[in-house]
């Protein structure tokens, strides 16, 4: 599996930006999809997940502003962020999971001008 994590970029403090990561390869097996993002100085930390049949999950601090969605027939996972703020800067990775196989994309630069 290979993922191209795409649609990083700046923006002010309030505004939106929409992340995608395009899958390829052997992807039908793939039951989790996650967005990670890692900020300069801390820990790479989880955002949003999204199950095989489950409902996605969010971190507390992006809660009611980032929307996770997968379309499988596109084979691609999208982050929806709305009224970022400064703490969003970050750089962000979509991670696949399938069975104990974890796939990891590059990541792709969030920031955020307060």
């Known amino acids: 599996v290979q993922l191209q994590a795409s649609g990083g970029g700046l923006a002010q403090a309030g505004g939106s930006l929409r992340l995608s990561c395009a899958a390829s390869?052997?992807?039908?097996?793939?039951?989790?999809m996650d967005w990670f993002r890692q900020a300069p100085g801390k820990e790479r930390e989880l955002v949003a997940s999204?199950?095989?049949?489950?409902?996605?999950n969010y971190a507390d601090s992006v809660k009611g502003r980032f929307t996770i969605s997968r379309d499988n027939a596109k084979n691609t996972l999208t982050l929806q962020m709305n009224n970022l703020k400064f703490d969003d800067t970050a750089v962000y990775y979509c991670?696949?999971?399938?069975?104990?196989?974890?796939?990891w994309g590059k990541g792709t630069q969030v920031t955020v001008s307060s």
């Open positions: 991670r696949a999971r399938e069975g104990d196989y974890v796939y």
């Open positions: 390869g052997s992807v039908f097996n793939i039951n989790r």
């Open positions: 999204i199950i095989n049949g489950g409902s996605p």
